[in-house]
């Protein structure tokens, strides 16, 4: 939840089956009593180090403004940043004018049309 740029609160669950709609929290960042609270799933603390950062960085999230993601990513937390990888690579976003990079790229090169051909054609 983000309220005049500043994150309120921050979460990311992983869908574990979607039919069941069945969820597992990797982590909750909520602000409560005028603190940050971090809560992580106990299966990405899998040592006593990892804990007491979580509980460091708790305290060290002064920044309402920065995700907690890039924070800990920032950090050095490994068990962060395959996430933090998939949204920097993976993720797109197709707004309603983004146009289709293929088609484009389709028109320039010459190999990709007569493969496109090919493969339709079977």
Do not use: C
Not at 70 to 85: L, M
């Amino acid at each position: 939840m983000i309220k005049k740029y500043e994150i309120l609160e921050e979460w990311l669950f992983e869908l574990n089956d979607i039919k069941k709609n069945k969820s597992t929290a990797i982590f909750e960042r909520l602000f409560e009593d005028g603190k940050t609270v971090l809560k992580m799933h106990d299966d990405y603390l899998k040592t006593e180090k990892d804990k007491l950062r979580i509980e460091l960085y708790a305290e060290e999230i002064l920044d309402s403004f920065t995700p907690f993601i890039n924070f800990a990513h920032e950090k050095g937390f490994e068990v962060i940043d395959e996430v933090y990888q998939w949204f920097q690579h993976q993720l797109k976003i197709i707004m309603p004018n983004t146009k289709f990079q293929l088609l484009e790229e389709s028109q320039t090169d010459e190999n990709l049309i007569p493969l496109l051909m090919k493969i339709f054609q079977n």
